[in-house]
Every structure is written in C-alpha cells, then in structure tokens.
C-alpha cells in the first residue's frame, strides 16, 4: 500500500475498520515511503525472483 502525497509515508497507524492497522492484520504491505511507481518495480522484481511472504515485505521495510 502506498500514497501519491507529495511527502509521508503510509503506515499501520489507525484502527478502526479501513485504517492502516485494520489493513495490514488483513494482510496489506506498506510500501513506507516508496512512491508509487517505485513500490510497483519493486515489487514486480520481487515477485519475478521468488519471493514471498516475509521477504516480499522486507523489500518495503525502512
């Protein structure tokens, strides 16, 4: 998950139904501060050398 504002990163910061947390107990990945596009190369190349789960998400940590 990830945002196009110009400056912040996304988060698992808000609880209710929708908010961040809510999001990422669903399974969501944060993308931090990855623009957009970057998060979506990112992601692509990961996902074309295999990785899953935990290594998938790690691509994205700060």
Do not use: K, N
Request: no cysteine.
């Amino acid at each position: 998950m990830t945002s196009r504002v110009p400056r912040g990163r996304v988060g698992p910061t808000y609880g209710f139904p929708g908010g961040g947390r809510w999001l990422q107990e669903a399974g969501a990945i944060f993308a931090g501060s990855h623009r957009p596009a970057q998060a979506r190369i990112d992601l692509m190349l990961a996902l074309g050398a295999g990785l899953a789960g935990q290594e998938l998400a790690a691509i994205f940590e700060p």
